[in-house]
C-alpha cells in the first residue's frame, strides 16, 4: 500500500490532523452535549417556578418526575441510538423537576409565616449580611444634597415584631438604612451579625421572587453588631484595602479602574468612564468575569488543555509540584478568588466551571470545557436558583458558551482566510461573546455597540498583564506596601490603555445603535443577527467583499459630518440654538458658526450632552456656562469636554453645594480649562450673529439659594432673542424683572426650574415668548412641567415644546420668524 492510500485510509480524526502521527488525544474530538440539555431544562424550571404560584411549581414538578418515569419504562428499545436518546429526555425532564423544585421550595419560604402579616409594622430583626454594604445610584435631576441610603443584603435569622412573639426564620431581606454617619455603615463585612429595628415592606414586584422582605431603617446610629465578621472576609477585605492603597496614588483613570479590573471594585469609576466601558462593550472586564479566573488559575497550572502532560507549563511545574496537589492548590486559589472578588454570578460561573476541571485533572478525567459549563449551571441553578433569573449570570454563560462553540469555528475559518492565528482567535473570541449577548444586553439598554468587537480585540491584549500584576500588587500588599505600590505603577500603564481604548470607543459618533428595548427588540436583533451571518456566508470569497463591509462598518461608526444631516435631516439647516434631550436636566447649544457653539449647562449625565454636541458636529466649544451647581446642570460637564476644544468655562458667583463646585474646578482643571466666575452686566460675543449679557445674580447673591443664583442670560442668535433664566425661583425672577425694568419681549423662552409650578407670572407676561422650551425627564418623579405652568404659557401665547415629548428641539431663524423643528417630531 502506497503512503498516500495509507493516508487516505486513516481514520478522519487522525487524518485531520495534518500530523503524521495522527491525534495524540483522539478520544477529546467532537462537542459533548449530554449535560446542556439537562442544565438547560433545570434553569428554564427554575426561571418559571420563581414566577409561579406553589401549586403550579407542584404539579409541573410531579408531571416532569411521571412522564420521565414513562419514557425510561417505555424506552427499553434494543437499538441504542434510540434507548440513548430516550435516557437524555428522561434526564433532563428529572433536571427540570429538581430545578422546579428547588425554586419552588425557595419561594415557598419567601412566602412562609411570618412575612406575609409583617407588611407595614414595625419589627426587630436580626440578620447576617450576605454582601457588602452599597448605596444606590444617584438619580439624575434628583434633588441636590439628598443623602442617600444605605443597601445591605442580609439573610434574617430571628424575627420579632413589635408587641408579637419572636420567629426563628432564615430567608434574604434587604436592608435600607439611613443614618446620619451613613460611613459605619459602609464600613461592615460580609458575615457581620447585626441587630435592626425598623418598618417591614413588600419587596417591590422585581424581586419578589428574591427577597422576603424590605426592612427600611430611618435616622439609624451605629450599627447595633452582635456578631462580627469571619476571619476569611477579614482577611479578605485586608487584601482588597492593600489594593486600593496600592492604587490610590495612580494617575488619571488607573487610580479607579485597576481595583475594578482586578477584583470588581468599580465604586470609583467615574461615571463617563463607566459610561465609555458600557458603550464599548468592555463591562465584563470591570466585573470580573471567566478570563481574569482562567488568567491568575494559569499563573500556577498553566493551559487546563496541557495541564496533564509532561509539556505542561505554570508555576507548578516549575516548582515540580505534583498534579494533584496542584489541582488542591488550585482549588484553594479559586476559593480564594471568590472570596476575595465576591460571589457574583459571573464570578460563581467561572470558578465553578474552574473546579470541575481541576477536578478532572487531579482524576486523570477527561478535561471538556462544554460539559464543564453544563454542569456548572446545573449545579448552580440547584443550590441557588434566582441565578435563573438573574441577566448577569444569562451573559456570563452565554459568552462562556460562544466561547467555546462558535469562536474555535470561526477562528479555523478565519485562518483559513490566511488571518494570523493570534488575530483569528481575538476576533473570533470577541466576534461571537459579542453577537450572542448583544440582544441580552438590548433588553435593557436599548442599543447594541458597534464598537465592542474591535474595542475588545484592542483591550484584550492588556487583560492578562494588568490580572497578573495586579493580583501580585494584592498579595504583596499585606507585606510590603512599597512593593504592592510598584507593581501597582506597572498595573497602571495596561489599565490606562484599557481606559484609553474604552473613551476613544465610545467618543466615535456611531458608537452606539440606537435599538428598541424589551424582549421584542432582543429577539428582532437576534433575526437580524442571523440573517447577517447567513448573508455572509454567501458573500463570494476574496478580499473585496470583506473590504466592502468593514469600509460600510467604518462609516456608520465614524459618521462623516454630512451624513447623518442627509440620511436623518437633523440638525435642521440655519438652526441657532438646540435644546438638548438630556432626561431630567439642562443642556442647551447657541451655534457660533461652523463647528463651534456656546452651550449653556451640561445636563446631568456625561453621554447624553456629549451625543447632542456630537449629532450637532460642535467640535469647539468658546464658552460653557454653568448656571449653578446643581448635578441636574453641571454633571454631565466630562461629555462637553471630551474630545472639544473648550476655551472657557463661566459659573454663577455662589458655589453653593461645594461637592459639585469642585467636581466642576476639577474637571476643568484636569482639562486645562479656566473657570471664572460671571460678573452682573457683563456680554460676549462669538462670531458675528451670537452674543450674550448676563442678567442675574447681582454682587450681592451671597446669600442666595443654588437656584436663585442661577446665572440668566439674554441672548441675541441672528435675528433670535433668547432669554435663559436657569433654575430661578418666583423671588429672584420677581427681583431680576425689578432689576431690570427695561426688558423687552423675547422669541424664545426656556423656562426656569425644568417648568416646575414656581413660576412668577409678570415675568412671562413681560416676556411673552413664542416659543417656550422646556427641558424635563420622561415620567420624572417631580411632575415636571407643572400644569398650571403649561396653562400661564398658553395664555401669555406661547408655543410650548418640550423634551420629554419631542426630544432634542432646535430652533432656526427664518424671514417668518422662528421655527421649531423636535427630533421626535412635533405632534
Not at 441565578?387 to 462553540?405: D, E, I, M
Not at 458597534?450 to 474595542?455: D, G, H, K, Q, R
Not at 407670572?761 to 413664542?770: A, E, M
Amino acid at each position: 500500500m502506497s503512503r498516500s492510500e495509507a493516508a487516505t485510509r486513516r481514520h478522519p480524526v487522525h487524518a485531520g490532523t495534518g500530523h503524521r502521527l495522527g491525534a495524540s488525544h483522539p478520544r477529546r474530538v467532537g462537542t459533548d452535549l449530554r449535560l446542556v440539555g439537562p442544565s438547560c431544562a433545570a434553569w428554564v424550571a427554575a426561571a418559571l417556578a420563581l414566577g409561579a404560584e406553589g401549586r403550579a411549581t407542584a404539579i409541573g414538578v410531579v408531571g416532569c418526575c411521571l412522564l420521565a418515569g414513562a419514557l425510561l419504562w417505555s424506552g427499553r428499545s434494543p437499538r441504542p441510538r434510540r434507548g440513548s436518546l430516550t435516557a437524555a429526555v428522561a434526564l433532563a425532564l428529572l433536571c427540570a423537576a429538581a430545578g422546579g423544585t428547588v425554586a419552588g421550595l425557595h419561594v415557598a419560604t419567601l412566602r412562609a409565616d411570618p412575612w406575609p402579616a409583617l407588611a407595614g409594622r414595625p419589627v426587630t430583626v436580626e440578620a447576617e449580611l450576605t454582601d457588602d454594604p452599597r448605596r444606590p445610584a444617584a438619580t439624575p435631576g434628583g434633588e441636590a444634597g439628598e443623602e442617600r441610603p444605605v443597601l445591605l443584603a442580609a439573610e434574617a435569622t430571628r424575627v420579632v415584631p413589635e408587641g408579637g412573639a419572636e420567629h426563628a426564620v432564615r430567608a434574604p431581606v434587604l436592608l435600607v438604612v439611613r443614618a446620619e454617619r451613613a460611613a459605619d455603615w459602609l464600613e461592615l463585612l460580609p458575615s457581620t451579625r447585626l441587630r435592626l429595628t425598623g418598618h417591614a415592606d413588600r419587596p417591590m414586584p422585581g424581586r419578589a421572587a428574591e427577597l422576603a422582605a424590605v426592612l427600611r431603617v430611618s435616622d439609624a446610629g451605629e450599627p447595633a453588631v452582635v456578631g462580627g465578621p469571619s476571619a476569611a472576609q477579614r482577611a479578605a477585605a485586608g487584601l482588597r484595602d492593600g489594593l486600593r492603597a496600592a492604587a490610590a496614588g495612580l494617575p488619571g483613570d488607573a487610580a479607579a479602574l485597576l481595583p475594578a479590573l482586578v477584583i470588581g471594585d468599580d465604586a470609583a469609576l467615574a461615571p463617563d468612564l463607566e459610561e465609555a466601558v458600557a458603550a464599548t462593550g468592555l463591562t465584563h472586564l470591570i466585573v470580573v468575569s471567566g478570563s481574569q479566573v482562567a488568567i491568575v488559575l494559569g499563573v500556577l497550572v498553566g493551559r487546563l488543555g496541557t495541564a496533564s502532560l509532561a509539556e505542561r507549563g505554570g508555576l507548578a511545574a516549575r516548582l515540580g509540584i505534583p498534579l494533584r496537589l496542584t489541582a488542591v492548590l488550585g482549588g484553594g486559589l479559586v476559593l480564594g478568588f471568590v472570596l476575595v472578588c465576591r460571589p457574583d454570578p459571573s464570578v460563581l460561573r467561572a470558578a465553578v466551571c474552574a473546579g470541575i476541571a481541576l477536578l478532572a485533572l487531579a482524576t486523570g478525567r477527561s478535561r471538556s470545557l462544554l460539559p464543564a459549563l453544563a454542569a456548572a449551571v446545573l449545579l448552580l441553578i440547584l443550590h441557588e436558583p434566582t441565578l435563573a433569573r438573574s441577566f448577569g449570570f444569562l451573559l456570563s454563560v452565554l459568552a462562556t458558551g460562544a466561547l467555546l462553540t462558535v469562536a474555535p469555528r470561526w477562528s479555523a475559518a478565519l485562518r483559513a482566510r490566511r488571518v494570523p492565528a493570534p488575530l483569528a482567535e481575538g476576533l473570533a473570541a470577541s466576534a461571537a461573546a459579542h453577537v450572542v449577548c448583544a440582544p441580552v444586553i438590548t433588553v435593557f439598554a436599548a442599543s447594541t455597540s458597534l464598537v465592542a468587537i474591535p474595542c475588545n480585540l484592542l483591550a484584550g491584549i492588556a487583560v492578562a498583564p494588568v490580572t497578573v500584576l495586579g493580583w501580585a500588587a494584592l498579595a504583596c500588599a499585606p507585606l510590603s506596601a512599597s512593593a504592592a505600590t510598584a507593581l501597582a505603577w506597572l498595573a497602571s500603564w495596561p489599565a490606562r490603555w484599557i481606559a484609553w481604548v474604552a473613551r476613544a470607543g465610545a467618543r466615535l459618533p456611531g458608537a452606539e445603535l440606537g435599538w428598541p428595548a424589551g424582549w421584542w427588540g432582543a429577539a428582532l436583533l437576534a433575526a437580524v443577527t442571523l440573517a447577517a451571518l447567513v448573508l455572509a456566508r454567501r458573500l463570494p470569497r476574496g478580499p473585496w467583499p470583506a473590504v466592502l463591509c468593514a469600509l460600510l462598518l467604518l462609516v456608520a461608526v465614524v459618521r462623516p459630518a454630512p451624513l447623518p444631516r442627509v440620511l436623518t435631516g437633523w440638525p435642521p439647516p440655519g438652526w441657532r440654538l438646540v435644546a438638548c434631550d438630556v432626561g431630567q436636566g439642562d443642556a442647551l447649544v447657541l451655534a457660533a458658526g461652523g463647528p463651534s457653539a456656546l452651550v449653556v449647562d451640561a445636563g446631568p449625565e456625561p453621554a447624553a450632552v456629549d451625543r447632542c454636541l456630537r449629532d450637532l458636529g460642535v467640535t469647539h466649544v468658546p464658552l460653557l456656562i454653568l448656571s449653578h451647581f446643581h448635578a441636574d446642570h453641571v454633571a454631565g460637564l466630562p461629555g462637553v469636554l471630551a474630545g472639544r476644544r473648550v476655551d472657557a468655562v463661566w459659573t454663577t458667583i455662589v458655589r453653593k453645594e461645594p461637592e459639585q463646585a469642585e467636581f466642576v474646578t476639577r474637571a476643568a482643571a484636569e482639562a486645562g480649562v479656566r473657570v471664572e466666575p460671571v460678573v452682573p452686566g457683563q456680554a460676549g460675543t462669538a462670531g458675528p450673529d451670537l452674543g450674550w449679557q448676563v442678567l442675574w445674580p447681582p454682587r450681592d447673591a451671597a446669600g442666595l439659594e443654588a437656584n436663585d443664583a442661577s446665572v440668566t442670560l439674554l441672548v441675541r442668535a441672528g435675528d433670535l432673542t433668547v432669554f435663559l433664566p436657569g433654575d430661578l425661583e418666583p423671588p429672584a425672577q420677581q427681583a431680576l424683572l425689578a432689576a431690570h425694568p427695561g426688558l423687552t419681549e423675547v422669541d424664545v423662552l426656556k423656562v426656569a426650574h425644568h417648568g416646575s409650578a414656581h413660576q412668577h407670572p409678570p415675568l412671562l407676561d413681560r416676556l411673552s415668548p413664542g416659543l417656550a422650551l422646556i427641558s424635563a425627564g420622561a415620567d420624572n418623579s417631580y411632575g415636571h412641567p407643572a400644569p398650571s405652568t403649561l396653562t400661564a404659557l398658553a395664555a401669555a401665547g406661547a408655543t410650548v415644546l418640550r423634551t420629554d415629548l419631542h426630544g432634542a428641539v432646535a430652533v432656526s431663524d427664518t424671514p417668518e420668524g422662528p421655527r421649531a423643528t423636535a427630533r421626535r417630531g412635533l405632534s
